[in-house]
């Protein structure tokens, strides 16, 4: 394994934190659009009985939302490996 955590392990567990950090984001995201709007969030892009606005809006807010906690578990777990390799 290399200097910075790298290694075959080490990025099982980057990907492993990512997919969940998606995961969770996806599900409170989702949980939010429903008590906002009153609706579930558009999961078909051709529903034709959501607008393309509400669709739009929907695809940004997910994204984003996704890209971020994927981006914050990824950190997380990269300076937990850190911090653990250092203390060694």
Same mark, same amino acid.
């Given at each position: 394994?290399? *200097?910075n955590g790298s290694g075959y +392990? +080490? *990025? @099982?567990v980057t /990907? =492993? @934190?990512g997919a969940g950090g998606s995961f969770l984001a996806r599900? #409170? &995201?989702g949980f939010a659009w429903t008590k906002v709007t009153g609706r579930k969030p558009p999961d078909k892009p051709e529903? $034709?009985?959501v607008s393309l606005g509400e @669709?739009? &809006?929907? /695809? #940004?807010?997910a994204a984003s939302a996704v890209a971020a906690a994927r #981006? =914050? @578990? $990824? *950190?997380l777990v990269a300076s937990q490996a850190r911090r653990n390799q250092a203390s060694q």
């Open positions: 394994m290399s *200097r +392990g +080490g *990025r @099982a /990907a =492993l @934190a599900k #409170v &995201i529903d $034709t009985e @669709a739009m &809006i929907w /695809a #940004v807010v #981006v =914050l @578990a $990824t *950190r």
